[in-house]
């Protein structure tokens, strides 16, 4: 099994930054696809960003692309998502995912595929 922790998460202006970790533990990070999804009150959890096992091909909602960085560091077994010129439309509890596959640049956009989820983390931004 594999164990996530997000963290990072707080209250940000609009047009300002956040940056937000997800730490793996218990397996071997660079066999897992890593993604970040949100959930806002009443709405469906919906995918934010994706990135391959090496780092090396990433995918972004068209609601975050230009904005939103997705990072991994497998030396670390630490994934990120840098978010610069947030929106109050950002806010919602951030979720990071890992699904293992043995595709070197497969990615996924649907939850439901995903096998590990951290607790979540909050991010609240503010006009």
């Known amino acids: 099994q594999v164990q996530l922790v997000e963290s990072g998460g707080g209250s940000v202006q609009a047009g300002g930054s956040l940056r937000l970790s997800c730490a793996a533990s218990?397996?071997?990070?660079?066999?897992?696809?890593m993604a970040w999804f949100r959930q806002a009150p009443g709405k469906e959890r919906e995918f934010v960003a994706a990135i391959s096992r090496s780092g090396g091909s990433t995918t972004f909602a068209d609601s975050v692309k230009g904005r939103f960085t997705i990072l991994r560091d497998n030396v670390k077994n630490t994934g990120f998502l840098q978010m610069n010129t947030m929106k109050p439309e950002d806010t919602a509890v951030y979720y990071c995912a890992a699904k293992r596959t043995y595709g070197s640049k497969s990615l996924y956009a649907t939850a439901d595929v995903y096998d590990y989820w951290g607790q979540g983390t909050q991010v609240t931004v503010s006009s």
């Open positions: 218990g397996r071997t990070f660079s066999d897992y696809v």
